[in-house]
């Protein structure tokens, strides 16, 4: 979609945020400005105008989505269902994925998952104005999104989808290098794969970022997978990634879902 204005991208992200439900005109100037400036409502009806504008030349009519609302509620709102805009697909499909894994169906939770994360196209809110509204939801929803692929690495390792997992981890640690699980996880796939240097390469590597950067002891999850490499014990490193399942658990109540499809 061209839209060009960055605030006006900020209109049309926090209606998409708060789908379905209208946002006041004062709290629209207090989520695009921390401090708002004496011409804000003016500004945001110029904005408003424009955004329309921007929607129709994607497609004509579509700027009649964006409504005004009068009365007790002025304001403004996106009409908009939630199978046509991502946020929703991703969050049922992390549902699902997460419920899979829980629940011992690996591969169908290795599906979901990857249909969640291919959501993204990279970090969420890189446009967006350093506000305390949009940063509340920027850090959320990458966190989400985090959360989304560790669980898929968790997953992909039960069952055995580990081809070029490596390399997966590895990407995302560079961009969330303090998330420990990612770490176990990745030490987890070479001690799987039987490379005992490289498993503890990954530990040293861990250890020493934790150490310099935050002050920190080696995570024991990490102590625990160098010594399941150490000893060769791959069944006990399977042990330590399945164990890593009550963290999904804990982050949902998760209902059995229907068995997969041979």
């Known amino acids: 979609m061209s839209v060009t204005s960055p605030v006006r991208r900020a209109v049309l992200t926090a209606c998409l945020l708060r789908y379905g439900r209208p946002i006041g005109i004062a709290e629209f100037s207090e989520i695009l400005w921390d401090d708002p ?45 939630p199978d046509e805009f991502d946020l929703p697909r991703f969050t049922a499909a992390v549902q699902r994925g997460r419920n899979w894994l829980i629940h011992g169906s690996h591969k169908s939770a290795v599906d979901a998952l990857e249909q969640a994360v291919g959501l993204w196209s990279g970090p969420f809110g890189q446009d967006l104005p350093p506000t305390r509204w949009f940063n509340a939801h920027i850090a959320g929803l990458n966190n989400a999104r985090l959360d989304a692929y560790q669980d898929l690495f968790t997953a992909s390792v039960l069952a055995g989808r580990t081809t070029m997992l490596a390399y997966r981890i590895e990407s995302v640690i560079a961009e969330a290098p303090y998330r420990q699980h990612l770490w176990e996880l990745l030490a987890a796939v070479h001690c799987l794969h039987g490379d005992t240097v490289s498993t503890l390469s990954v530990v040293n590597r861990c250890q020493k970022l934790f150490a310099e950067d935050l002050g920190l002891d080696l995570p024991p999850g990490i102590e625990a ?26 982050r949902c109540q998760c209902r059995r879902p229907p068995r997969p499809s041979s």
């Open 37 to 81: 400036p004496v011409s804000a409502t003016a500004n945001l009806r110029s904005h408003v105008t424009g955004l329309r504008r921007d929607l129709d030349e994607v497609e004509p009519g579509l700027g009649d989505r964006m409504r005004t609302y009068r009365g007790a509620q002025c304001g403004y709102g996106l009409e908009i269902a």
């Open 225 to 250: 997978m160098r010594a399941a490499a150490l000893n060769w014990d791959r069944e006990e490193a399977m042990r330590l990634v399945a164990s890593r399942t009550q963290d999904s658990a804990e």
